[in-house]
Nanobody, 119 residues
Framework: QVRLVESGGGLVQAGDSLRLSCTASVRTFSSYAMGWFRQAPGKEREFVTGISRSTYYAESVKGRFTISRDNAKNTVYLQMNSLKPEDTAVYYC???????????????WGQGTQVTVSS
């Protein structure tokens, strides 16, 4: 079982930056592919970025968001720059043994953290 806890969300203005963190309670964290997804009101959960041996980004966040991980701290980060109002959503981190961009493929999920970007 993998427990994921996100932090770092908040209310910011357009153009600002935020860094989300997700810490996992698992001994073999480095074995897991980690993903960030987001869900806006009335919309489906969508892939934002993922990291395994490589990194993967949705087109909508390329050049603005950066995913990274610190295996010694069992933590994955999402650095979000140049935030836009359309980035407003609940952001979730997720884990599975193999990388995927499909939400339903992931086995473990955090509780989510709200990111609100005002115009």
């Amino acid at each position: 079982q993998v427990r994921l806890v996100e932090s770092g969300g908040g209310l910011v203005q357009a153009g600002d930056s935020l860094r989300l963190s997700c810490t996992a309670s698992v001994r073999t964290f480095s074995s897991y592919a980690m993903g960030w997804f987001r869900q806006a009101p009335g919309k489906e959960r969508e892939f934002v970025t993922g990291i395994s041996r490589s990194t993967y980004y949705a087109e909508s966040v390329k050049g603005r968001f950066t995913i990274s991980r610190d295996n010694a701290k069992n933590t994955v980060y999402l650095q979000m720059n140049s935030l836009k109002p359309e980035d407003t959503a609940v952001y979730y981190c997720a884990a599975r043994l193999q990388m995927s961009v499909i939400a339903t493929d992931f086995d473990y999920w955090g509780q989510g953290t709200q990111v609100t970007v005002s115009s």
